[in-house]
């Protein structure tokens, strides 16, 4: 290893001394030994869906990538059928009207549409306020454009809304853009419409833009659908959404997202794009438009596995003596870490898991300062195998 100030470290380089190693690559190195020493760990760490793409938008795939048409540079910006169908998607589900050129455009998953759309807008010291914890890129998106990422707790969705509204009252830098995610990960929490239309508001009333990420959208339970925020009138005005085809289609290495809404912040992200990629390789665009006009029952298939696993692991949990509530969306737990453990913090008590139980976790404290006192489970392994890892808490709990 090189050390520091040497060439090939990483202080050397600008923009990668602003970003710390991932706080998960501790527990998967864990992982890896003991995994190495043949011991069987079952790994609730990385929210990596496990399940299957739908055959019908393999096949697709297959059948486009024959044909030497779609071995060309594709669009940057998505070929026009994969636009128009999502637009057709936002009308059918949410009747929210998109102008498929000008209010949508592909990405390489909602990663790309978070990283590049934050380099597109956000400006040297802009201010950009997002819950914490969240999903990395929405604290280091804002810090690798350069803008002053504003972390505020989350304690409810209602909550937040009061800091935010607190914060216009008494910040001189006003948020010039705000960051958000629901069904969210980490903490599972779910919005109604009617947060979205403050905060829309809000962000009318400042002059701040927003970004919605909804890379849950389709995942909720027991009822819930999770609205968009298109869907409040006005919306488009100043705000943009991102939709992921990575969990509701089991689409996650194919990386496709989209980024639809408010056009100004569109053109941005498509300059930017237009610039730094060709687009999505076409099949599988191809395919992602089987996949939104066919799927629907697919993604209701998707969600029945989370919601099923989501029961087993609440039910083991609660039994083991640690209490957690059931979310009603996303593919996560959020679990506060057990009082006798809490003063350790989240990561030492992850690496217990890890090393007492077999069971890999993330520690909340890898999604920003204020996850710490919690770890986040993902719903990635099956019924049978969340169950034995509540066993194995279980006994790791009782000494
Ligand atoms: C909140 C959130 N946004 C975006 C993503 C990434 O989505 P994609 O696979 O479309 O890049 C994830 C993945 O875990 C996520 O949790």
Same mark, same amino acid.
């Given at each position: 290893?090189?050390?520091?100030?040497?060439?090939?470290?990483?202080?050397?380089?600008?923009?990668?001394?602003?970003?710390p190693?991932?706080?998960? #690559?501790?527990?998967?190195?864990?992982?890896?030994? =003991?995994?190495?020493?043949q011991?069987?760990?079952?790994?609730?760490?990385?929210?990596?869906? $496990?399940?299957?793409?739908?055959?019908?938008?393999?096949?697709?795939?297959?059948? #486009?990538?024959?044909?030497p048409?779609?071995?060309? @540079?594709?669009?940057?910006?998505?070929?026009p059928?994969?636009?128009?169908?999502?637009?057709?998607?936002?009308?059918?589900?949410?009747?929210?009207?998109?102008?498929?050129?000008?209010?949508?455009?592909?990405?390489?998953?909602?990663?790309?549409?978070l990283?590049?759309?934050?380099? #597109?807008?956000?400006?040297?010291?802009?201010?950009?306020?997002?819950?914490?914890?969240?999903? /990395?890129?929405?604290? @280091?998106?804002? *810090?690798?454009?350069?803008?002053?990422?504003?972390?505020?707790?989350?304690?409810?969705?209602?909550?937040?809304?009061?800091?935010?509204?607190?914060?216009?009252?008494?910040?001189?830098?006003?948020?010039?853009?705000?960051? *958000?995610?629901? /069904?969210?990960?980490?903490?599972?929490?779910?919005v109604?419409?009617?947060?979205?239309?403050?905060?829309?508001?809000?962000?009318?009333?400042?002059?701040?833009?927003?970004?919605? $990420?909804? =890379?849950?959208? $389709?995942?909720?339970?027991?009822?819930?659908?999770?609205?968009?925020?298109?869907?409040?009138?006005?919306?488009?005005?100043?705000?943009?959404?991102?939709?992921?085809?990575?969990?509701?289609?089991?689409? =996650?290495?194919?990386?496709?997202?989209?980024?639809?809404?408010?056009?100004?912040?569109?053109?941005?992200?498509?300059?930017?794009?237009?610039?730094?990629?060709?687009?999505?390789?076409?099949?599988?665009?191809?395919?992602?438009?089987?996949?939104?006009?066919?799927?629907?029952e697919?993604?209701?298939?998707?969600?029945?596995? @989370?919601?099923?696993?989501?029961?087993?692991?609440?039910?083991?949990?609660?039994?083991?003596?640690?209490?957690?509530?059931?979310?009603?969306?996303?593919?996560?737990?959020?679990?506060?870490?057990?009082?006798? @453990?809490?003063?350790?913090?989240?990561?030492?008590?992850?690496?217990l898991?890890?090393?007492? #139980?077999?069971?890999?976790?993330?520690?909340?404290?890898?999604?920003?300062?204020?996850?710490?006192?919690?770890?986040?489970?993902?719903?990635?392994?099956?019924?049978?195998?969340?169950?034995?890892?509540?066993?194995?808490?279980?006994?790791?709990?009782?000494?």
């Amino acid at each position: 290893m090189p050390e520091a100030n040497e060439p090939g470290s990483n202080q050397e380089f600008y923009r990668i001394q602003k970003l710390p190693p991932y706080v998960f #690559a501790v527990i998967n190195e864990m992982k890896a030994k =003991a995994r190495a020493a043949q011991q069987d760990v079952i790994d609730l760490g990385m929210g990596n869906p $496990d399940g299957a793409t739908p055959r019908i938008i393999v096949n697709k795939m297959i059948e #486009a990538a024959r044909n030497p048409r779609n071995h060309r @540079y594709s669009q940057s910006k998505g070929i026009p059928r994969l636009r128009e169908e999502i637009v057709k998607r936002y009308k059918d589900y949410y009747d929210v009207d998109l102008d498929p050129n000008s209010e949508a455009i592909v990405t390489i998953g909602a990663k790309d549409a978070l990283a590049h759309l934050l380099f #597109a807008v956000v400006g040297p010291d802009d201010a950009v306020v997002s819950p914490n914890p969240a999903y /990395p890129i929405h604290q @280091y998106g804002v *810090i690798m454009a350069e803008g002053h990422a504003c972390l505020l707790p989350m304690a409810s969705p209602a909550d937040f809304l009061e800091r935010l509204k607190h914060l216009y009252k008494t910040s001189s830098r006003k948020p010039k853009l705000i960051l *958000i995610s629901f /069904p969210h990960n980490p903490t599972t929490m779910s919005v109604d419409l009617d947060f979205f239309r403050e905060i829309v508001e809000l962000a009318r009333e400042h002059g701040s833009m927003i970004v919605h $990420d909804f =890379a849950y959208a $389709d995942l909720c339970f027991d009822g819930y659908k999770a609205p968009s925020i298109l869907q409040v009138p006005g919306a488009k005005d100043v705000a943009v959404e991102i939709y992921s085809m990575s969990k509701s289609f089991n689409m =996650a290495g194919w990386r496709i997202g989209f980024c639809l809404g408010n056009r100004k912040m569109i053109g941005a992200l498509a300059r930017i794009k237009s610039y730094l990629d060709y687009g999505v390789f076409q099949p599988l665009q191809i395919a992602a438009i089987i996949a939104l006009r066919e799927c629907a029952e697919d993604t209701k298939k998707i969600c029945e596995v @989370y919601r099923k696993r989501r029961d087993v692991l609440v039910t083991g949990l609660n039994r083991a003596g640690w209490p957690v509530e059931s979310p009603r969306g996303s593919m996560f737990l959020w679990a506060a870490v057990p009082e006798p @453990y809490r003063a350790g913090g989240c990561l030492e008590f992850s690496k217990l898991l890890m090393e007492k #139980a077999l069971v890999a976790v993330s520690p909340g404290i890898g999604f920003g300062p204020l996850g710490e006192g919690h770890v986040r489970f993902a719903l990635v392994e099956n019924e049978q195998r969340i169950r034995q890892a509540t066993k194995s808490i279980k006994e790791f709990l009782k000494g």
